[in-house]
């Protein structure tokens, strides 16, 4: 099994999230995060005053696949989350040890 954390645009979020649960991707949990990468945020003019917004709003998408789904999991969340412009996200993806339904007690892939 495999964690994969997506950090995305917000306003991808709807679109990323259709497509994963076309391709069976059902169960997720959705954070609103802020941060910067290379970009380091960017300048803004308020009121007549410019300042720096150093933490861009993100959205932040974590699931839990079978390893024979990673790839196909990944290549869904690039393609809907993709606009072709700076801040597009990341995906990560990092091993899980075990997984643990709590209200029957299935462990493995069958607790996803």
Known sequence: MKKIEAIIKPFRLDEVKDALQQ?????MT???VRGHGRQKGHREIYRGA????DLIPKVKIELVVADNAVEGVVRTIMEAAKTGKIGDGKIFILPVEDAIRIRTGESGPDAL
């Open 23 to 27: 391709v069976g991707a059902s169960g």
């Open 30 to 32: 959705i954070t609103e």
């Open 50 to 53: 410019e300042y720096t917004v």
